[in-house]
């Protein structure tokens, strides 16, 4: 029998002044090599598991503390997490946070210096750790200048650097865009498999790293509710956690198609078996979205759309004219932005990290001037940037709006409750709220940057709604997200940057299907459907148009 | 933070860099004249010019001017001294009689002055040239608890200003603000008031990450002692020029050289020992500039 790296015996574990305990009587073993994702929804107890396994809990975070865990064969309750970090790298979620050295260099040597490797062996780790992430051309960098996405994979290359048995990683993709961070679960199914590295991945987005799963690890309220393959895990979240399933496994199960799959390539492969998709059953996918009731939406690109519109023209509610933005350095990051959204339109826009999505929005409401070009709008913008929590400054929620707008936006119950204590969906309901000012006018636009980062389906779906209410009240909504799932969701129409152009503009439905990155689970299932409910019915019509009479 | 440049300062190691920077500071603080103290002041200037640390000091002068002019305007509210009044205030109540004298203005000054240097050379100087890292990493193996606590300043600085930066943009994104219009003074106390409240919980988690690094492990401590690395050439000048800063400093002050006396009068000879004395500050302080071979590391 093979020793477990990770194993937990009956883990309860209670934060100090906290009323519900964060684990309850966790039972896991995991074997080298395994490759687990901890899926859960908000608070459901998959980060604490990680900082237990990392020997945070109990020796960092204090708290009552019941069971056993052997990290690498270390009892926790024995070693501390400085000599765990020998045989476990860490990366938490908040990349801010995940590197404290000034040089990237050094952030990488870090680990390794600190476990007494020489010289020589610190250089080569440091150099193999940059060159499996592709960040060799940061190395000389200072880390206060990086990205985001820059720092959590620096954070991440800290973390691998010591070459660790196991890897606890805390959504390391919420701050990558969908290339960036499909490679990087790929990167970790290589490290996975050439050297036996387990892999322990908490994750909200399980259609990007199932495929790669060995084992999925459900957490409810703190407890273990399901450990399984991702085919088991996807059949246990049909029934009992609906809001846990993959796109694709909600497609087959409304398609009545099973097993549920755990990724596109196996998706793929049942519809094949059924004689399901269109290229194979003589199909041309556009024509059959038609078939299926499932139309494309006319075209429709910036003002052009506008002008379409009749007689009346609606002037825009916001537009960006010949926008461009260069930095001090000279480098554009903006060039020639041309782009209208009309009143009540909801817009995605999407691209990969450092395409310029998050300035275009800060150009939106001032934040930022134009080189060249300018910003129109016909009122207000609200713009809620990447992190709720900066809008809070009061103790309580009910110092940060009145009780009217509180009541409007669905908090007046959590009145006195600190605004750093609600949930992520709370918090991002309670800055959309203040952003938007409860003016008795709606802003002429909503402008979101990254607003799914770590939420749960049910917090997205509610995101999405008060999005579509204020589109309605004729606000133009404009979104930059990495979530092509909430993009068709949400928007109906994408607009794609890439290095500060506007590279595709266009609806959701063309857009976001026929692309390997830039689309949904359902798109690359299924062509001509974008969510698991138009798949479904388009999978259905081909079954019974091949049904024998 | 260090933006390394190819300068026999940066080629140094830490710790001397460190030391040549202290070495200013020492010199400011060891003189009153201010010829000396104006000698002392461009060679700090010129080395960090030659150092290409010319927009740090340029930053670090926006707070050291106002900060030393501040000194140079208090000390004559504040001192009693001095022969020559220019100003009568008279009976000011509890301040006492207030009566502005000549020497308390000029060693108002003199005291600005010093400041500044402090400022320029003690904080710009030794943050661009000086690489933190290094520094902390051989200091743990002297101290480990104290190298772990300015570990944490010196990544918490960073990390409570792009808060900062954050929660301002926050605000002009509210109703009331006028897109990028400025922010109130409330605002601005409220945003300091969040990030000292949050400063607490980001320290935690930048303690976390040190910890799940293996920054707190038995061994870390053991092997900070690194294998002996042999003195590079820019080592050498660098900390020879440190040390004959020092030296001249101590030399003067026990010659006599550069006295001078605020009150009450203002005494500052300037003579053949005080041109001499500036020359050679500035001489020694610029002299590992002139080897500039293999300063790119």
Known sequence: MTASVLRFESVTYRYPHAELPALRDVCVDIAPGEFVVAAGLSASGKSTFLRAASGLVPHFHGGEFGGRVLTGGLDTRDHGPAALSAVAGTLFQDPETQVVLSTVRAELALPLENRGHGPAAVARGVEEAALALGIGELLDRCTHELSGGELQRVGLGAALAGRPRILLLDEPTSQLDPVAGDELVWLLRRLNEEWGTSIVLVEHRLERCLGAADRVLAFDAGALACDAPPRGFLEWAAERAPALATPGARLFARAGLRPPPSGVKQARATLRAHGLLAEEAGEVPAASADTAGVRPRPPRRGLSALARRGPAKTPPALAFRNLWHERSGGRAVLRGIDLALAPGERVALMGRNGAGKSTLLRHANGLLEPTRGRVEATGRVALLLQNPNDYFLADRVSGELDPVALEAAGLAELADRHPRDLSGGERQRLALAIVSGGDVEPPAAVCLDEPTRGMDRAAKGDLASRLRAAAAAGSAVLVATHDPEFAATLAERVVLLADGRVIADGPVAEVLSGGWYFATETARIVDGALLPEDGAELLRARMTIEAPP | ?297
Request: hydrophobic share 55%; proline share 5%; charged share 15%.
């Open chain 2, 1 to 297: 933070m260090i933006r390394r440049a190819a300068s026999p300062l940066h080629a140094a190691r830490a710790p001397v860099a460190a030391a040549y920077a202290c070495a200013f500071v020492t010199a400011a603080l060891a003189f009153e004249h201010p010829l000396v103290l104006a000698a002392i002041g461009v060679a700090i200037l010129a080395a960090g010019l030659l150092a290409g640390a010319g927009p740090q000091l340029r930053r670090a002068c926006l707070f050291g001017v106002p900060f030393a002019l501040l000194i140079a305007l208090v000390n004559p509210l504040v001192a009693r001294e001095g022969l020559d009044v220019v100003l009568r205030f008279g009976d000011m109540g509890p301040l006492g009689n207030l009566d502005v004298t000549k020497q308390s203005l000029v060693f108002g000054a003199i005291l600005g002055m010093r400041a500044l240097l402090v400022v320029l050379a003690g904080a710009a100087l030794l943050a661009a040239i000086v690489d933190a890292d290094e520094l902390l990493r051989r200091f743990r193996g002297i101290s480990a608890r104290s190298a772990l606590t300015a570990a944490l300043a010196v990544r918490l600085v960073p990390v409570l200003g792009r808060d900062a930066r954050r929660l301002a943009d926050a605000r002009r994104c509210c109703p009331g603000a006028a897109g990028a219009g400025a922010i109130g003074s409330l605002e601005r106390l409220q945003i300091v008031r969040a990030v000292a409240t949050g400063a607490l919980d980001r320290a935690l988690d930048v303690a976390a990450t040190l910890e799940v690094r293996g920054y707190a492990s038995p061994a870390a401590h053991g092997r900070a002692r690194r294998p002996h690395e042999p003195w590079s050439r820019h080592d050498i000048s660098v900390a020879a020029a440190a040390a004959g800063l020092v030296l001249l400093a101590g030399g003067a002050r026990l010659l006599g050289v550069a006295s001078f006396e605020a009150y009450p009068r203002t005494v500052a000879p300037v003579g053949a020992g005080e041109w001499v004395l500036c020359a050679a500050l500035v001489l020694v302080a610029l002299a590992p500039f002139a080897d500039r071979r293999g300063v790119l590391r």
